[in-house]
């Protein structure tokens, strides 16, 4: 990616809690630089690997300086959003790799059993059709 291209956030299409991340993303990327994609579309089959494509309990998070997974993935995220936000990536990052990964693992996990799955994935609304990505 160049430095022109705006970074892309791939996630779960079905899965509430991804949804409500792409949500967060929406109300606070105010430069609109983040686009987003669900792992189970057309863009991710371009863009990513096969095992990212179908290990749907990660995170991928593409910008100018590479692929991001898991918690690696949502520090980076959180940079790019700025503000406290980029703080909190800061902390995040701080934690040590494997333990940052654990906590991720875990949340992954069982995150169809705290926040929902969804028939079909998520349609954007007519004001982020510009940020979602096939």
Not at 20 to 25: A, E, P, S
Not at 41 to 67: M, P, W
Not at 75 to 96: M, Q, S
Request: glycine share 8%; hydrophobic share 40%; net charge positive.
């Amino acid at each position: 990616m160049d430095e022109q291209t705006n970074s892309i956030l791939f996630f779960d299409g079905v899965c509430g809690m991804c949804n409500r991340v792409v949500d967060f993303v929406m109300r606070h990327d105010k430069t609109g630089k983040i686009k987003v994609a669900p792992l189970q579309g057309e863009t991710a089959k371009e863009k990513l690997l096969e095992e990212d494509r179908v290990q749907l309990s990660s995170v991928v998070f593409i910008n100018q300086l590479g692929v991001f997974r898991h918690s690696s993935a949502v520090a980076r995220l959180l940079w790019e959003l700025g503000g406290v936000w980029k703080w909190l990536g800061w902390l995040l990052w701080l934690i040590p790799k494997p333990i940052r990964n654990w906590g991720y693992r875990v949340v992954a996990k069982h995150r169809y059993r705290f926040f929902g799955q969804k028939e079909a994935c998520r349609m954007p609304t007519p004001e982020e059709r510009t940020r979602f990505l096939p």
